[in-house]
């Protein structure tokens, strides 16, 4: 078990340990079509590429075992059409904005620059021309994952 998650209810710690590839899916499938690049960036990131939370070390260690299979799986779970598809997944992630009372202040941080910096590496993976990323309208849009408050700055 996740320490950072002991006063979590078992659904909490699952949407908590789904966020990252709900940010994927949801900035990967915002222009329509979810890109392997964009998928690979997410695995990248959680498999290897995250040495700089230091905070959320046994996150990582839980999160990234079978990864790119979570990934898939959920993305069937999901309408293919991204007008129906993007909605309940920005709901979905809108409910994390209620567990960060429950994590500690410097965990609930890093993990939503975690999932800023997931978006982030999603959205510049694809689409551009001559190895130079370009971020679509419609990824922009999500980009700064809108839904989400910064649990660094709500009064607790």
């Keep these: ?22 940010v994927c899916i949801l900035i990967a499938g915002a222009d329509g079509d979810i890109d392997r690049k964009e998928i690979k ?12 939370y230091k905070n959320l070390s046994q996150y990582f260690a839980e999160l990234s075992s079978d990864f790119e299979d979570k990934i898939k799986i959920l993305i069937q779970s999901y309408p293919f059409e991204s007008t129906q598809r993007t909605p309940l997944i920005v709901q979905e992630l809108a409910e994390v904005n209620g ?10 941080a890093e993990f939503y620059q975690m999932l800023r910096e997931v978006a982030s590496r999603t959205a510049t993976s694809s689409g551009g021309w001559l190895g130079l990323s370009k971020v679509d309208e419609q990824e ?3 980009l700064a994952l809108p839904m989400l408050q910064d649990p660094s700055k709500i009064n607790r």
Excluded at 1 to 20: C, D, G, Y
């Design 99 to 108: 567990l960060w009372s429950k994590l500690e202040p410097v965990f609930a």
């Design 41 to 52: 960036a997410a695995i990248t990131f959680v498999t290897k590429d995250k040495t700089s």
């Design 140 to 142: 922009k849009k999500y």
């Design 1 to 22: 078990m996740i320490t950072a998650f002991s006063r979590l209810e078992n659904q909490e710690s699952e949407l908590l340990l789904k966020a990252p590839i709900l």
